[in-house]
């Protein structure tokens, strides 16, 4: 009922940025919650950061980040477009991995929303890669 596309991946130099996109379509009105995963081959998928989206979340402040990210991701959505953005800044080889976008129907908050069980929806990832 809800398709998720991610495009913006790529490489980078330790250091740099890069921002990467995810697109929503269908039954968009259904989700609570969005955010960004990411997954290294034989590892499991990590929450990054989400980000409150329904009429549940009032006023601004409803994100949330992983201890790996904080201060250098900013996650962000364009209302009018149903656009999820990730903003990577400081970027290390850490980061590489490939990137997925989810949306969840659950209401959640706090750290526990970091947790991929709560969401419904994932888009087919998109590689970042990090290099010196």
């Known amino acids: 009922q809800v398709q998720l596309v991610e495009s913006g991946g790529g490489s980078v130099p330790v250091g740099g940025s890069l921002r990467v996109s995810c697109t929503a379509s269908?039954?968009?009105?259904?989700?609570?919650?969005m955010g960004w995963f990411r997954q290294a081959p034989g590892k499991e998928r990590e929450g990054v950061a989400i980000?409150?989206?329904?009429?549940?979340?009032?006023?601004?402040?409803?994100?949330y980040y992983a201890d790996s990210v904080k201060g250098r991701f900013t996650i962000s959505r364009d209302n009018a477009k149903n656009i999820l953005f990730l903003e990577m800044n400081e970027l290390k080889p850490e980061d590489t991995d490939k990137y997925y976008c989810?949306?969840?129907?659950?209401?959640?908050?706090?750290?526990?929303?970091?947790?991929?069980?709560?969401?419904?929806?994932w888009g087919q990832g998109t590689q970042v890669t990090v290099s010196s």
């Open positions: 989810a949306a969840g129907r659950t209401v959640i908050g706090g750290t526990g929303a970091l947790a991929s069980k709560w969401y419904d929806y």
């Open positions: 269908g039954h968009t009105n259904t989700i609570n919650s």
């Open positions: 980000i409150g989206v329904g009429d549940v979340y009032i006023g601004g402040g409803h994100t």
